[in-house]
């Protein structure tokens, strides 16, 4: 869930996800009635029916130290991709239909390490602002060096164009899009031939 989807969720300018517990998230109703389902929840519903689920892994660009429950510490890229990697080999057929992915290089990487056959990728960022963290300035590059393993770039629509398309698939690599809606622009991405693109729109991507 993303905080623009939870203000729109509670009707609640400047909510935060990470500033309400599970039980309260689930505590509300879309406005169509639908519950706010756990990550385990959406795989079982999803996994099932569709040719592909992606799993958008939200971690922080710099790794930190997780303090544990048992006293222990830890990574919090390599905690995260075990329990990624559990999560999906908890759902049959996960492994060939799941894509992850996200904006930690380290993280896609530990993932790939461990799982090598796991379809991963990397998300390119839109640039940078005065508002965007440091740390995440490299992200915005889709030709880093850091992410040359993954087999999976996930791009914001706006820096998509066909020389980078063709970059991209050069260093063996699919193309996706995210998330573009609007008609015009769903268009111009379906023009470049992409391998897949992120909408909350389908109907107009189709």
């Known amino acids: ?40 929840q959406a795989l079982a519903a999803a996994v099932p029916h569709a040719e592909q689920v992606i799993i958008d892994a939200k971690a922080a660009a710099v790794d930190e130290v997780l303090q544990l429950a048992n006293g222990s510490s830890v990574s919090q890229h390599a905690y995260l991709a075990e329990q990624l990697l559990q999560l999906m080999a908890a759902h049959e057929g996960c492994a060939s239909r799941c894509l992850l992915w996200g904006k930690a290089d380290k993280l896609i990487q530990l993932v790939e390490q461990r799982a090598p056959g796991q379809r991963a990728g990397y998300v390119v960022l839109r640039g940078t602002s005065a508002t965007r963290k440091e740390e995440q300035v490299q992200y915005s590059d889709p030709l880093r060096p850091s992410a040359d393993s993954a087999l999976v770039a996930a791009v914001h629509h706006d820096l998509l164009d066909a020389q980078l398309v063709s970059a991209l698939r050069s260093g063996g690599k699919s193309a996706y899009a995210w998330t573009a809606d609007a008609p015009a622009e769903l268009q111009r991405l379906l023009d470049l031939g992409l391998d897949g ?10």
Do not use: C, F
């Open 1 to 40: 869930m993303h905080d623009r989807d939870l203000q729109q969720l509670l009707r609640k300018a400047g909510a935060r996800v990470g500033q309400y517990s599970l039980q309260e998230l689930q505590s509300h109703d879309w406005p169509q009635g639908h519950r706010v389902l756990t990550v385990q």
């Open 197 to 206: 693109i992120v909408t909350n729109k389908p109907v107009g991507a189709s």
